[in-house]
């Protein structure tokens, strides 16, 4: 089966709380993510385009995983983590299964 992510895209519009934010999801919000996710693969990215774009990324071995963890209560008390901490942060998730990997 193939691998599937979860991706969370925030705006921080304010760039005044950029480092804040960048901060909080490197030293807390994401090492909780990997743990309660039980996910071995996390990425996060600022866009080099839109500055105020942040986007986190989380691999899951398959669908099935994905799909559980979407059910369970871990990404709950994660939202309301987020939405405790930074309630202004506008925010949209998808989920995708991987189609091909190209590997030189």
Do not use: C
């Amino acid at each position: 089966m193939p691998a599937a992510f979860f991706v969370v895209r925030a705006i921080v519009t304010d760039a005044s709380r950029r480092v804040a934010f960048d901060r909080w999801y490197e030293t807390e919000h994401l090492p909780d993510a990997v743990k309660a996710f039980g996910v071995t693969k996390a990425w996060r990215f600022w866009s080099l385009d839109d500055p105020s774009l942040h986007q986190a990324m989380y691999q899951f071995d398959d669908e099935a995983k994905l799909n559980a963890m979407l059910a369970g209560d871990a990404l709950q008390k994660l939202v309301a983590d987020f939405n405790r901490d930074w309630p202004d942060v506008k925010r949209s998730r998808e989920t995708l299964v991987l189609a091909q990997a190209f590997v030189t």
